[in-house]
């Protein structure tokens, strides 16, 4: 079993930043992709960004290049997502997901409980 653990959300004004993290602990996360999706009221949960745990390897979707970077702690088993000039767009619960790597819910057997972020203009 990996348990993961999101922290970092609030409100914030459009344009600002925030920095959400997801500590994993359980099974070893060698092999494991990490990946955060997000899901707005009313809406479907939507990829924004992934890494492999080892390689370094990253993707992210449309909407977050140029302003979110998925990063990662290794010895502290801890993924970031820094999000920069957040809109109103951006505002939805996000998660933390671990899983084989995919833009799609259904590569991910692990989630986190998620953290609300709020964006107002």
């Known amino acids: 079993q990996v348990q993961l653990v999101e922290s970092g959300g609030g409100v914030v004004q459009a344009g600002n930043s925030l920095r959400l993290s997801c500590v994993a602990s359980g099974r070893t996360?060698?092999?494991?992709?990490?990946?955060?999706?997000?899901q707005a009221p009313g809406k479907e949960r939507e990829f924004v960004g992934l890494s492999s745990w080892s390689g370094g390897v990253t993707r992210y979707a449309d909407s977050a290049t140029g302003r979110f970077t998925i990063s990662r702690d290794n010895a502290k088993n801890t993924?970031?997502?820094?999000?920069?000039?957040?809109?109103?767009e951006d505002t939805a619960v996000y998660y933390c997901a671990a899983g084989i790597g995919s833009e799609r819910t259904i590569g991910y057997e692990?989630?986190?409980?998620?953290?609300?972020?709020?964006?107002?203009?």
């Open 29 to 38: 996360l060698n092999n494991f992709v990490m990946a955060w999706f997000r």
């Open 110 to 121: 692990y989630w986190g409980q998620g953290t609300q972020v709020t964006v107002f203009s």
């Open 79 to 88: 993924v970031f997502l820094q999000m920069n000039n957040l809109t109103p």
